[in-house]
């Protein structure tokens, strides 16, 4: 089973700044497949990403995915006050195993 | 619009079952696998079980299998999860999530919101 690493833990930032959160999995993920979802608190998963670096429908511009082989790395370029929230990578190749998540919080 | 809503959440004693549901609408339910993902209480997200999009192919993680069973009925555009033995480690929240193609591999492009079971005496 491949396992998924996400760092930080949490990450504290100010709205307007730029967010790096990263995902290292156990294995190289076969044809990029990494999906990177949003959860906010009571509510359900959202995906943000997939195949790495691909947006889903209706996800802005200022989020990006990118990575390969075992290494992928989720980036929102300007923090809006809707971004702060828990965010999970996943891998759908093989496992459908999920990192166990990076809390973005507001500093 | 796709739209997914589960039921069937309960509070449950140790050893005893529950079916959850999960009604599907705003898509053509035959042509995509489904999955039931669940949360504990402050806790990660977990791959549970899936379902392939004719419902031939089915899949179980290590913690439920032998436990748990997942159907679907493409003639009423509902998912199905059927537990028994339920223990102490089975509470969450359960998701029922939509697979992005019919067979693996898939990503989850849709989630319910998801219904509560909790298994206490």
């Known amino acids: 089973e491949i396992v998924l690493t996400q760092s930080p833990g949490t990450l504290s930032l100010s709205p307007g700044e730029r967010a790096t959160l990263s995902c290292r999995t156990s294995?190289?993920?076969?044809?990029?497949?990494l999906a990177w979802y949003q959860q906010k608190p009571g509510q359900a998963p959202r995906l943000l990403i997939y195949g790495a670096s691909s947006r889903a429908t209706g996800i802005p511009d200022r989020i990006s995915g990118s990575g390969s082989g075992t290494d992928f790395t989720l980036t929102i370029s300007r923090l809006e006050p809707e971004d702060f929230a828990v965010y999970y990578c996943?891998?759908?190749?093989?496992?459908?195993?999920f990192g166990q998540g990076t809390k973005l919080e507001i500093k | 619009e796709v739209q997914l809503l589960e039921s069937g959440g309960d509070l449950v004693q140790p050893g005893g079952s529950l079916r959850l549901s999960c009604a599907a609408s705003g898509f053509t339910f035959s042509s995509y696998a489904m999955s039931w993902v669940r949360q504990a209480p402050g806790k990660v997200l977990e791959w549970v079980s899936a379902?392939?999009?004719?419902?031939?192919?089915?899949y179980y993680a290590d913690s439920v299998k032998g436990r748990f069973t997942v159907s679907r009925d493409n003639s009423k555009n509902t998912l199905y999860l059927q537990m028994n033995s339920l223990r102490a480690d089975d509470t969450a929240v359960y998701y029922c999530?939509?697979?992005?193609?019919?067979?693996?591999?898939?990503?989850?492009?849709?989630w319910g919101q998801g219904t509560l079971v909790t298994v206490s005496s």
């Open positions: 996943q891998e759908y190749g093989s496992s459908r195993t």
């Open positions: 379902i392939s999009g004719s419902g031939g192919s089915t």
């Open positions: 294995q190289s993920v076969s044809s990029s497949y």
């Open positions: 999530a939509k697979g992005s193609r019919e067979v693996r591999p898939y990503y989850f492009d849709y």
